[in-house]
């Protein structure tokens, strides 16, 4: 069964640093998301994407981060200048465009970032 | 944003079958209802959809009222294994251009099954 992968499981860095979390959404789907889940808190939406554009950001997505689709196969998020609030799991998911499976995404394993 | 109510916890033992009910009374004619379950330290993952009636998978039934004020998800016979949390969501089909669709999740229902 396909599946969204996420690289590295966990991520350990110093407030200030950059750091890039790295997806692999399933190959045909073609909308991709993050989400955040700050541990013992409520999974939170970041931003959707789609044709190579933001659809939607939440106000979380401030100018610290930025997503990329680099080639056919990544979605990457960016964090420019890490915080320690920035603490959390994040989530990457992907969904096809077939109108019957609409709200249905599929989540990754997570990036377990640590910001020291 | 149609708002959800779900019980924050449940208990079960196994073999037991499970209702979670979730309200939203003031869903939108184009919303649906959708289920999702969080094992600790995972990814959400996607159980059910429906908009009303019955809906049934090979891991859950959803029950939808004709007024749609609420939905309960049934899961048949659990296990140690569905020990989870369970997200209600309510959330509107969008055109296929556009792509957001974003989801928003509450705080679920922690459910606990025991042997």
């Known amino acids: 069964e396909p599946e969204v992968t996420q690289t590295p499981s966990h991520q350990v860095t110093q407030m200030g640093q950059e750091v890039i979390l790295r997806c692999v959404p399933i190959?045909?789907?073609?909308?991709f998301y993050w989400y955040r889940q700050i541990l013992g808190q409520k999974v939170e939406f970041l931003v959707s994407?789609?044709?190579?554009?933001?659809?939607?950001k939440s106000e979380i997505f401030d100018d610290q981060f930025s997503v990329e689709r680099p080639d056919g196969s990544n979605f990457t998020l960016k964090i420019r200048s890490t915080k320690l609030e920035d603490s959390a799991m994040y989530f990457c998911?992907?969904?096809?465009?077939?109108?019957?499976?609409?709200?249905?995404?599929?989540f990754g394993p997570g990036t377990r970032l640590t910001v020291l | 944003l149609a708002k959800t109510t779900q019980p924050i916890s449940m208990d079960s033992y196994e073999g037991q079958e499970v209702n979670i009910t979730c309200s939203h009374n003031?869903?939108?004619?184009?919303?649906?209802i959708t289920w999702y379950q969080q094992f600790p330290s995972q990814g959400p993952r996607f159980i059910i959809q429906?908009?009303?009636t019955k809906v049934t998978n090979e891991v859950a039934s959803l029950f939808i009222p004709a007024d749609r004020k609420s939905s309960t998800l049934s899961l048949p016979r659990v296990s140690l294994s569905d020990t989870a949390v369970y997200y209600c969501?309510?959330?509107?089909?969008?055109?296929?251009?556009?792509?957001?669709?974003?989801?928003?999740f509450g705080t679920g229902t922690q459910l606990k099954v025991e042997l």
């Open positions: 998911a992907s969904r096809g465009k077939d109108r019957s499976s609409y709200n249905e995404q599929f």
């Open positions: 190959s045909n789907h073609l909308y």
């Open positions: 994407f789609y044709n190579n554009e933001i659809s939607e």
């Open positions: 003031n869903i939108a004619t184009n919303d649906y």
């Open positions: 429906g908009y009303k």
């Open positions: 969501l309510v959330g509107d089909i969008i055109g296929l251009t556009g792509g957001g669709n974003k989801l928003t």
